[in-house]
């Protein structure tokens, strides 16, 4: 199945072009992300501002949140495991490491699936090689994944799916300076173009873990000519809404579906084929606002959103919830089974037949158990269940 991804970045008043923001202390918005808020130096940045990031790395804190993913050139800075500092053995002997942010590209980051107790739960669920007697023991506690091994197990999971041109990245920023609104606001969408796996720390020999840096490279199709994805002109609606004091930005801002808020935080998450078709459909309403305020012709973004919302739609198939009706069933191997039978092409005979053979008793028993509640539960699903239910008490 494909799958697509969304990807968190800090607000850049300048369109994330690869240059300190032209107006610094003004931008509160890229505050909300807890990195840059205490790392972010003002009165460097307002000596600085709007002059190249490669030529200031060391005081721009906002590369590695993503807040130069249309940066035309590459760019390097030294990335240091946060727990060096602390002194505890098991990191003592990792070293800073250079860090490469290709052109074009978001640095991304699942933190969900890197909280022990979050994968932990989840490891058998998605069929993660994930392995708790492989994090090393340290002096105080920590919540994140620390070995190498864990770290590409999770990693090597959850970007099984994500397919140059064909997944889709949506950007999105946790905070933006033309609205108060709490929801998730979506930036701009592209597909992905070239994956490029974390690499691990630089260390020396005095220690045996070996950490990979968390920051995965999605190289993206997102330009200004917008040929294959866009970003949504917020910095020049902004202008245009200072002339008709009466136009609404509201009008033209596109968020995340709020049923879909796990979808779109701790950095980097899935993206379900709902949540997508949402977020599009917002699209096409926004630009068909846009192209009627601004001189550039966005025509060929609104073909693209409509010819991948079609693309959407027959990814999302048949079943799309059939996965989670199976683990809330107690099939714990429920959502592996759904993409089995997605990636196979299975129609709705197809899927009863498959059900009916295979070799998972236990989840037969499980169905047969629980039944009359899936049926109250499940009302969307009632037509498949009975189906199933039937072929199984043969």
Known sequence: MIQHISIRVPW???????????????????????????NRNDHVEIAIHGERMEDHMENVCCIAEGGAFMSPEDLTRKAEHPYVSTK?????????????YPAYSFPTRPFAWLMRDWIKERAATYGVG???DREPEMRFTSNWVQDGDNHKAIFDYFYGDVYPEKSLCLAYAKQVPFTDDHRRVILGMGHVRKIIPAKEYDHTDAGQLRPLIWETMVCHTIRSEHKDGFL?????MQAYADEPPEFDMESIIVYAPAYAMPEF?????????????????????SFTIIKECL?????????WLNSQLAE?????????????MLCAFGVKQGVMMAREMQDRGFAEADVCEWVSHT???????????????????????????MTISRRLWR
């Open 12 to 38: 850049h008043d300048h369109g994330w072009d690869g240059t300190i923001c032209q107006e610094p202390a003004g931008n509160s918005s890229c505050l909300k992300l807890k990195n840059i808020a205490e």
């Open 88 to 100: 505890t053995p098991s990191h003592s002997h990792l070293l800073p490491t250079s860090v490469v």
């Open 130 to 132: 994930y392995d708790d």
């Open 232 to 236: 949504i002109p917020y910095q020049e």
């Open 265 to 285: 935080s701790y950095a980097t998450e899935h993206v379900s084929y709902d949540a997508v078709i949402d977020v599009i459909l917002s699209c096409i309403k």
């Open 295 to 303: 001189d550039e012709d966005y025509s060929n973004v609104l073909s």
């Open 312 to 324: 959407v739609w027959e990814e999302r198939g048949a079943f799309p919830g059939l996965g989670p």
């Open 359 to 385: 070799s998972f008793c236990s989840m037969r028993m499980r169905l047969i158990r629980i039944l009359p509640v899936a049926l109250r539960t499940f009302s969307l699903m009632f037509s498949l269940t």
